[in-house]
């Protein structure tokens, strides 16, 4: 099992800024890809970001990419994710999610996942 702790949410004028944490404890984790998942009101699960644990590769959707920046510090098994030049339509729940086998831009081939944090952007 591995558990994963979200912090960091809040609300944000555009244009403003946000960072994500997620600790990540149990199972060993550096076979895994970590990611952050968001999901809108009324919207499907959207993929964020993600980074592989063990060579720091990183992904991001397109809606994203430019403006978060996804990083991991090995030693604390720790996940951020920064988010600047927000917009109101990056309001959402974001999680953590961590994949053991798939395709990281797909989230419901993510197995464990935090409990969310809420980020709300007004414009």
């Known amino acids: 099992q591995v558990q994963l702790v979200e912090s960091g949410g809040g609300l944000v004028q555009a244009g403003g800024s946000l960072r994500l944490s997620c600790v990540a404890s149990?199972?060993?984790?550096?076979?895994?890809?970590m990611g952050w998942i968001r999901q809108a009101p009324g919207k499907e699960r959207e993929f964020v970001a993600a980074i592989t644990w063990s060579s720091g590769r990183t992904y991001y959707g397109d809606s994203v990419k430019g403006r978060f920046a996804i990083s991991w510090d090995i030693a604390k098994n720790t996940v951020s994710l920064q988010m600047n030049s927000l917009k109101p339509e990056d309001t959402a729940v974001y999680y953590c999610?961590?994949?053991?086998?798939?395709?990281?831009?797909?989230?419901?081939?993510?197995?464990?996942w935090g409990q969310g944090t809420q980020v709300t952007v007004s414009s």
């Open positions: 149990g199972r060993t984790v550096s076979s895994f890809v």
């Open positions: 999610a961590a994949l053991l086998s798939g395709i990281y831009f797909s989230p419901s081939d993510y197995a464990y």
